[in-house]
């Protein structure tokens, strides 16, 4: 019984009845009749006689055929090893009509089918199907070279409707070329749900190309097996005369059809469609017939295939020339985001989409019509943990994705490449929802009937008036050559990452090499430079103690020896620079106000400024290497005591000040200032202003205070006005901010 729990695994392949038009004997190897259907001995024998149990033998004396003994052991022996096309059909006669017979593998048995040899055709089919063919094929253009099968097929087999349906991707049909009597309502656009050709059904099509029901309004015929053989349903998938569901005839009956005819149409060896024929009044076709017109679904399949791959090579071609260039870019380019999304040439040309996100290396880049940053973050938050593979792709959301109506507008449809979950980085597709009216041929719901025992059951449909239903929430399908190309997109950014990260290694040893050499130059010039200095120091002492050394002179040796001292200084804070970048970051609390009270003590004494006026407000803590910090605080200070010396009243100011997790210093004085226009090079290496000329200074101490601040993830800034001062602003993370990290 089919019911609503198992409509689409109703068995139509063992319906156990065979269609009435012919009768069926299946033989077991050893020849031997082991079923039946039971309108064979009508056919063959009276009713005294059984034919379960006899060998086939027994049966070929009533089957008129100048053959020798045993012909249909013959016939099936060859079938055996040519194939059973070749032999099919075999032309007998039974009771003085003419029949075929069929035979066909099921198991471990053999169909012995018998129809009859006159077809209700007015023509030989096989004398006009080559110039049909020909006129089928004779034009390009693909909705007219349908349109054209449709009527060559009606004009051989003389059917009131002939119809060409194609299967969408969810199963339900669609009504694409037809041609009929003038006196039909035409049913092209009509849409038919899946349900009418079930799963099982289309399965069956994809291996008997042609299939006959002659008339719907006969009793089909049981078959009887024989005892021991009753337990296991005969398996009639290979037979022609196989019973129809009676689901399926009560449909046709409601559709007023008596007989119905269909070749099946296929693509990539998956069922495209069906060219359906229908009759109003009962019509049979015979075998030979049906196999020609089986010639015409062959090559209507080959041109529907040929003209489909002209059409996704070309996709194909335009889709991969975009990945080469892409490609290309990924290697050329220094970010992974630069070369996706910066070109002419980006995401979007991989794939027919109109929008696109690539989310890399805590970035997020957006191309065209993407969701709103909120919904964007929501959807990745989902698909971190329900989409499981390397890909995933839907043309409709709403069905995987709850928050999916909120973004229907610009994303239905969507397709991901995970390039790390555990990074979050994706590249994510969209397609924006496509409405439409779908006009069905009925309403397209199961109709559900109740029986007496309370059983709800399956009803065929008895309305096909035309019902229109509105589809939302579905974007276009992605199609296979999408797929591809973004599979092979995804390849070469793993594959450009690898070369990055070579090159990167490649990098860093060249940056160890150059450290290492670094490191040699810095013993260099601490030896081969400091020696000389030392003794150009040495001299210049002894030659100060000497009497009789003139005033003039003395002078002069007391400036070499001064610039002796300066060079020395000069070459240790050049050392300390280059050791900067290796120097070890040990973070932690770093408590500032002794920091700077310290110094300010030392610059006081060292500077001899009794009168200079330094004022120190808030110190709060901060976070990081204390040896880098007092650095920092040593030159900035240090700076703003000796540039304001020539002040008239000399001023420093020291304030920090905690906002949001940061603490910004200000060390700010009165002094010289700095020329705007040299502002933006006031941390380069060894840069001095004009109006510093004739204060002792080297030009490295700012460059090393940036470095320490860069080390810290820190910024420095600094705002001055020239002949009224200067003041440093640098900015650290809090020392309870830092702690956490």
């Known amino acids: 019984m089919v019911n609503l729990s198992n409509?689409?695994?109703?068995?139509?392949?063992?319906?156990?009845?065979?269609?009435?038009?012919?009768?069926?004997?299946?033989?077991?190897?050893q020849n031997i009749i082991r079923f039946h259907s039971d309108n064979a001995v009508t056919y063959l024998t009276d009713h005294t006689i059984r034919l379960l149990g006899q060998h086939i033998s027994d049966v070929e004396s009533y089957l008129l055929a100048n053959e020798p003994a045993d012909f249909i052991a013959s016939i099936i022996a060859l079938g055996r090893n040519k194939g059973f096309e070749h032999s099919n059909p075999y032309a007998v006669t039974v009771k003085g009509s003419s029949f075929n017979l069929i035979i066909a593998p099921s198991d471990e048995?053999?169909?012995?089918?018998?129809?009859?040899?006159?077809?209700?055709l007015n023509i030989d089919i096989q004398r006009v199907i080559g110039r049909s063919v020909s006129e089928i094929l004779a034009d390009k253009n693909l909705q007219r070279?349908?349109?054209?099968?449709?009527?060559?097929?009606?004009?051989?087999?003389e059917y009131d409707r002939v119809m060409i349906y194609r299967f969408a991707e969810d199963g339900h049909g669609e009504v694409i070329a037809e041609a009929r009597n003038e006196d039909l309502e035409s049913w092209l656009g009509l849409h038919y749900p899946a349900s009418d050709i079930p799963q099982q059904a289309r399965e069956l099509y994809k291996k008997n190309l042609t299939r006959i029901i002659a008339n719907v309004h006969t009793t089909p015929s049981r078959i009887s097996a024989a005892p021991g053989y009753d337990k296991k349903p005969l398996d009639l998938t290979n037979s022609g005369i196989r019973a129809v569901s009676p689901i399926h005839i009560q449909y046709l009956k409601n559709m007023g059809v008596a007989s119905s005819f269909s070749i099946s149409l296929m693509y990539k060896k998956d069922?495209?469609?069906?060219?359906?024929?229908?009759?109003?009044t009962p019509r049979f076709i015979d075998y030979r017939s049906r196999d020609s017109s089986k010639l015409i679904g062959q090559i209507l399949s080959s041109a529907l295939e040929f003209r489909q791959d002209e059409e996704n090579q070309q996709?194909?071609?335009l889709l991969k020339t975009a990945v080469d260039q892409l490609s290309n870019d990924l290697l050329r380019k220094p970010t992974i985001g630069?070369?996706?999304?910066?070109?002419?040439?980006?995401?979007?040309?991989v794939v027919d989409a109109a929008g696109a996100v690539l989310t890399y290396d805590k970035e997020v880049h957006t191309l065209g019509n993407v969701p709103q940053q909120h919904d964007l973050q929501n959807l990745i938050n989902w698909i971190k943990t329900h989409v499981d593979g390397s890909f995933f792709h839907t043309s409709e959301l709403s069905k995987h994705y709850p928050g999916a109506e909120k973004i229907a507008s610009v994303a239905s449809g969507i397709m991901v490449a995970v390039l790390s979950r555990e990074l979050s980085e994706y590249i994510i597709w969209f397609k924006p929802e496509q409405t439409h009216t779908i006009t069905w041929a009925g309403n397209p719901e199961k109709n559900i009937e109740v029986d007496e025992q309370g059983m709800t059951h399956i009803s065929p449909r008895h309305s096909f008036a035309s019902w229109s239903q509105e589809i939302s929430g579905k974007s276009k399908d992605w199609n296979p050559e999408e797929v591809l190309a973004a599979t092979r997109l995804r390849e070469e950014i793993f594959y450009a990452i690898n070369q990055k990260a070579n090159s990167i290694r490649e990098l860093n040893e060249k940056l160890r090499q150059a450290y290492d050499e670094l490191d040699t130059f810095s013993f260099t010039i601490s030896h081969d430079l400091k020696n000389p200095l030392s003794t150009i120091k040495s001299y210049s002492q002894i030659l100060l103690r000497n009497i009789e050394l003139e005033p003039k002179g003395k002078q002069i040796v007391e400036r070499i020896q001064a610039g002796a001292d300066k060079m020395n200084v000069m070459i240790n804070e050049v050392l300390e620079y280059s050791r900067l970048g290796r120097a070890a970051f040990k973070g932690g609390r770093v408590?500032?106000?002794?920091?700077?009270?310290?110094?300010i003590k030392d610059l006081l004494v060292a500077y001899n400024v009794p009168d200079m006026e330094v004022n120190v407000g808030n110190t709060p803590d901060i976070y990081g290497d204390p040896v880098m910090i007092s650095q920092v605080f040593a030159n900035l200070i240090g700076n703003a005591v000796k540039y304001s010396l020539p002040a008239e009243k000399p001023t420093v100011s020291i304030e920090g000040r905690e906002n949001e997790g940061k603490v910004i210093y200000s060390v700010k004085d009165n002094g010289i200032g700095i020329d705007n226009q040299f502002l933006s090079n006031v941390f380069d290496l060894f840069n001095r202003m004009d109006n510093a000329r004739n204060i002792e200074g080297s030009g490295v101490g700012l460059a090393i205070v940036k470095r320490i601040v860069d080390k810290h993830d820190g910024r420095i800034w600094v705002e001055s006005e020239l002949d009224k001062g200067s003041t440093f602003f640098v900015e650290f993370d809090a020392a309870n901010s830092g702690e956490e990290r």
């Not at 409509?7 to 190897?29: K, R, Y």
């Not at 069922?271 to 109003?280: D, Q, S, V």
């Open 591 to 599: 408590e500032t106000e002794p920091i700077i009270s310290e110094l």
């Open 7 to 29: 409509c689409d695994t109703e068995p139509i392949h063992i319906p156990g009845q065979v269609q009435s038009h012919g009768f069926l004997l299946v033989i077991d190897h």
């Open 271 to 280: 069922l495209w469609g069906l060219i359906a024929c229908h009759n109003y």
């Open 109 to 120: 048995f053999y169909l012995l089918e018998f129809e009859p040899a006159i077809s209700d």
């Open 315 to 317: 996709v194909k071609q």
């Open 338 to 349: 630069e070369a996706l999304t910066s070109d002419q040439i980006n995401l979007l040309n």
């Open 145 to 157: 070279l349908l349109d054209n099968a449709a009527q060559q097929v009606r004009n051989i087999i």
